[in-house]
């Protein structure tokens, strides 16, 4: 008899997957991209930036937005609650993020400010700062008072922050698409699911049509089509096959736009969300016990920037291999840290409550 086809949709409603490993994968390659640029001052140093002309955590970024818009996407739709899905969305972002701020203004900075601790504590810097990044509602703060001005990428204290203002954008986004469609016009999903298809698809279009150079380039509108490329493919759930041959052409089709700076962000773009979503359900076995490790990435993400910062004002002339081996050891022990006594808590308060 013939094998049965795989679905993606036989596969996405569980959670016995490989997207806890493939997104600490995705953290550290930010990790390893940045300590060329922290190190060094200069991110074209970065081997696949000058090879390809996208670094490795461009496209760790890529991956998260794709797995986030597949996730939150059947979040929103199996549980039909948008009070649920803000909060389910708030829970995972805001509690460690305000832990790294804290220890990050009150502690480190403290520690490694150039200025005296008295004109730290009173500048409005500082806690300008802390609400801007702690909100995120119009960005990232970008420097603390005295703190890594003679770094080789000087006064920035965490960098990777800017990827969540994007990220929440897509949520509210997808929400009040959600809430518009469903709950106030009251249309039927197959109207929510074109319509999604349809932005994806027209975002994808100006992204894929500025990196053939007939437009300019717009990191917004990269990365609202990584999102929403994810929340199609889990509405096209039905219809995507996962199999070992298809994975195997597009892998071989990616590597052979390899060769050319000017094929491959294209070819990449159409390719990662396959590689992606036949990564994160198909192969199993022993490779699925990072499972019962923890979700790290996350906190990987969060405390990575700093912590290399901080190494880069400690040893001056640290190299990127040194940053990385060092920062690494550092930052895995925060990022169990922040899952353990952090997030998985706060992930565990499932029932959104209006009186809590």
């Not at 997207?19 to 001052?41: E, K, Q």
């Not at 996208?54 to 991956?63: E, L, N, Q, S």
Request: some cysteine.
């Amino acid at each position: 008899m013939p094998k049965e086809k795989l679905l993606l949709a036989d596969f996405v409603y569980g959670r016995d997957n490989n997207l806890h490993l493939i997104r600490i994968l995705a953290a550290y390659a930010v990790l390893v991209s940045h300590s060329f640029v922290l190190a060094t001052g200069d991110g074209a140093n970065e081997p696949f930036a000058r090879s390809l002309g996208v670094t490795v955590g461009a496209i760790a970024v890529d991956v998260f937005f794709i797995a986030s818009g597949l996730l939150v996407t059947g979040s929103l739709l199996v549980k039909q609650d948008l009070r649920e899905f803000a909060w389910a969305r708030a829970r995972r972002i805001f509690p460690a993020l305000f832990v790294m701020l804290v220890l990050v203004v009150f502690v480190m900075g403290p520690t490694l400010t150039r200025m005296p601790l008295s004109a730290y504590f009173a500048d409005g810097a500082t806690y300008q700062y802390l609400l801007k990044s702690a909100t995120l509602v119009t960005g990232m703060g970008k420097s603390l008072p005295g703190l890594f001005e003679h770094n080789p990428f000087p006064q920035a204290v965490n960098g990777s922050l800017w990827t969540l203002k994007f990220e929440i954008r897509m949520y509210v986004i997808l929400g009040l698409m959600w809430l518009l469609i469903r709950v106030l016009l009251k249309m039927p999903d197959g109207v929510f699911k074109a319509i999604v298809l349809l932005v994806a698809g027209l975002a994808g279009f100006m992204h894929l049509k500025a990196c053939l150079g007939f437009g300019a380039y717009s990191q917004s509108v990269h990365l609202f089509f990584m999102f929403f490329m994810g929340a199609s493919i889990y509405l096209l759930k039905d219809q995507i096959t996962l199999s070992w041959p298809i994975f195997a052409i597009v892998a071989v089709g990616i590597l052979a736009a390899a060769t050319s700076r000017t094929l491959f962000p294209v070819a990449y773009t159409m390719a990662i969300p396959y590689l992606l979503v036949f990564l994160a359900y198909v192969p199993a076995g022993r490779i699925r016990a990072y499972n019962t490790v923890g979700d790290y990435s996350y906190g990987t993400y969060i405390y990575a920037f700093p912590v290399q910062q901080a190494l880069a004002s400690c040893f001056p002339g640290i190299g990127v291999w040194a940053m990385t081996i060092m920062a690494s050891g550092i930052v895995l022990p925060l990022a169990m840290l922040s899952w353990h006594f952090v997030e998985k808590p706060m992930l565990s308060r499932r029932r959104y409550s209006s009186c809590s």
